[in-house]
C-alpha cells in the first residue's frame, strides 16, 4: 500500500487548505476496515497526532489545538482521507503526515500500518 497526500501549500493566518491522502495498491484487504489519520512535525519538534477518522466515519477526534477549525473525513469508496483546515494559524506550519492504522478506531504510532509521504503547509503571519 502507498500513500499520497496533497494539498499543502503556503497560505495566510486565517486562509484555509484541504488535505488529501489517496491510497493504492492492495487497499482493499488493509485499509477500507482501517481507522486513518493525520498527524503533523513542525521544524525542531517531534510528530504529534492531529486527528483521527474510525474505520465507518465514526470515533472521530482531534487534538485540542485544531478542534473547531480542522475536520477530518473519509472516502471509502475512494479510498481517501481528507482534512480540511480553516482559520489556520502560523503555529500549524508543519509538515502533515497521513496514516493508516491497522486498527478499525484508533490511531496511534504504535497501530500505524502506513505512513504517507508528507505534505508541507506553511502558514504565514
Known amino acids: 500500500v502507498q500513500l499520497q497526500a496533497f494539498g499543502g501549500g503556503l497560505v495566510q493566518a486565517g486562509g484555509s487548505l484541504r488535505l488529501s491522502c489517496a491510497a493504492s495498491?492492495?487497499?482493499?484487504?488493509?485499509?477500507?476496515?482501517?481507522?486513518m489519520g493525520w498527524f503533523r512535525q513542525a521544524p525542531g519538534k517531534e510528530r504529534e497526532f492531529v486527528a483521527r477518522?474510525?474505520?465507518?466515519?465514526?470515533?472521530?477526534a482531534y487534538v485540542d489545538s485544531v478542534k473547531g477549525r480542522f475536520t477530518i473525513s473519509r472516502d471509502r469508496a475512494k479510498n481517501t482521507v481528507y482534512l480540511q483546515m480553516n482559520n489556520l494559524r502560523p503555529e500549524d506550519t508543519a509538515v502533515y503526515y497521513c496514516?493508516?492504522?491497522?486498527?478499525?478506531?484508533?490511531?496511534?504510532?504504535?497501530?500505524?500500518?502506513?505512513w504517507g509521504q508528507g505534505t508541507l503547509v506553511t502558514v504565514s503571519s
Open positions: 495498491g492492495r487497499v482493499s484487504r488493509t485499509f477500507s476496515n482501517n481507522a
Open positions: 477518522i474510525g474505520w465507518n466515519g465514526n470515533n472521530i
Open positions: 496514516a493508516v492504522s491497522r486498527h478499525s478506531l484508533v490511531v496511534e504510532p504504535s497501530y500505524i500500518a502506513y
